[in-house]
């Protein structure tokens, strides 16, 4: 099958914009490999673990400050479900249909949350663990990176 050139230079466009240094995708008749030559981002080694992944993430500060700070405090018996990947975060499989969950919803293990755009794929994201939705901490079709926390579940 193959890639055209234009999914090979979206592809391009959106390496560039996540910020990654290398993406390769191998199918059985053909393999790319994007490199980039910008610097990795270097985030100093103080800041607490969670506070990571919106650090790299392309929003304003004010965006992603208090996010951050809601995953750093609110460790007690909250869970965060967390981006496999990086790609396009949408909370409903189209813009017609209600999201998959809303705050206050109680979730069971394997059921999915959202689903998350990577080159053209949209790829469903089930959650690991059951509880109720505290918090979706991503705006609908905001750009997420790989681990970054999507939402905050209350085990139950």
Known sequence: ????????????????????????????DFKITIKTN?????VNATVPQQVLPQAQAPQPVL????I??????????NIAVKSPMIGT????????????????????????????????LFNEIESEVAGRVVKIMVDNSSPVEY??????????
Do not use: H
Request: net charge negative.
């Open 89 to 120: 975060f949408y909370r409903s499989a189209n813009p017609d249909k209600p999201p998959f969950v809303s705050v206050g919803d109680e979730i069971s293990i394997g059921q999915v949350v959202c689903v998350i755009e990577a080159m053209k």
């Open 63 to 66: 965006v992603s400050a208090p």
């Open 68 to 77: 951050a700070l809601a995953v750093a405090t609110d460790n007690s018996k």
């Open 1 to 28: 099958m193959g890639m055209d050139i234009k999914q090979i230079q979206s592809l391009i466009t959106f390496v560039a914009k996540s910020g990654v240094n290398e993406v390769s995708i191998e199918e059985t």
């Open 38 to 42: 910008q610097e990795p981002t270097i």
């Open 147 to 156: 681990d970054q926390p999507l939402f905050l579940i209350e085990a139950i």
